[in-house]
T-cell receptor, first 116, second 116 residues
Framework: QQQVKQSPQSLIVQKGGISIINCAYENTAFDYFPWYQQFPGKGPALLIAIRPDVSEKKEGRFTISFNKSAKQFSLHIMDSQPGDSATYFC???????????????FGKGTKLTVNP | DGGITQSPKYLFRKEGQNVTLSCEQNLNHDAMYWYRQDPGQGLRLIYYSQIVNDFQKGDIAEGYSVSREKKESFPLTVTSAQKNPTAFYLCASSIAPGTGGRNEQFFGPGTRLTVL
């Protein structure tokens, strides 16, 4: 049972373009929505995260947009660069305050390729 | 430098053998996690531990075992009962659940296990 659906599976963007990756979730008890970036052969690293009390968070060229009513959140990469080529994972979590164990549930990932 | 180390980076195993993957962290984190990553499958949780001498099964615990005798160490044993063990294994850690904040999970560099 997949609790987080991520799309697309792969994405090719030209340098300078905008990359958009989407995730949809089912459990309304989720309270934390991070995005992780993973380069080949390496472990994932936290890129940016948002809580459901805000609709948007921006850090440099990376922005999370959050739509609580639609149960969707997305990652936007502005001015995409070849160095952004990596696999991106969205994730969600139920906090321990709501009876959860703070485990992360991951989407299946999006492989982004930014062409020069 | 603080961080998570995993060893070995590459591991080869013959069918029918048990093998243990090492994970050590010096971040003083209470919680530790093991994930399995297969192409196109995202990260799936095998086991997690929120405190020393205690651990819980994740979504795909069958054929795996763990121990948590020390705060900084969380070794994973892949037993001969695991039918398809070839995968990339990732260890992660985070501060104690329930302490609030974004409770970021930090990942190690991974161990690639291949069954011959």
């Amino acid at each position: 049972q997949q609790q987080v659906k991520q799309s697309p599976q792969s994405l090719i963007v030209q340098k300078g373009g905008i990359s958009i990756i989407n995730c949809a979730y089912e459990n309304t008890a989720f309270d934390y929505f991070p995005w992780y970036q993973q380069f080949p052969g390496k472990g994932p690293a936290l890129l940016i995260a948002i809580r459901p009390d805000v609709s948007e968070k921006k850090e440099g060229r990376f922005t999370i947009s959050f739509n609580k009513s639609a149960k969707q959140f997305s990652l936007h990469i502005m001015d995409s660069q070849p160095g952004d080529s990596a696999t991106y994972f969205c994730a969600t979590r139920t906090s321990s305050y709501q009876g959860g164990s703070e485990k992360l549930v991951f989407g299946k990932g999006t492989k982004l390729t930014v062409n020069p | 430098d603080g961080g998570i180390t995993q060893s070995p980076k590459y591991l080869f195993r013959k069918e029918g053998q048990n093998v243990t993957l090492s994970c050590e962290q010096n971040l003083n984190h209470d919680a530790m996690y093991w994930y399995r990553q297969d192409p196109g499958q995202g990260l799936r949780l095998i086991y997690y531990s929120q405190i020393v001498n205690d651990f819980q099964k994740g979504d795909i615990a069958e054929g795996y075992s763990v121990s948590r005798e020390k705060k900084e160490s969380f070794p994973l044993t892949v037993t001969s009962a695991q039918k398809n063990p070839t995968a990339f294994y990732l260890c992660a850690s985070s501060i104690a659940p329930g302490t609030g904040g974004r409770n970021e999970q930090f990942f190690g560099p991974g161990t690639r296990l291949t069954v011959l």
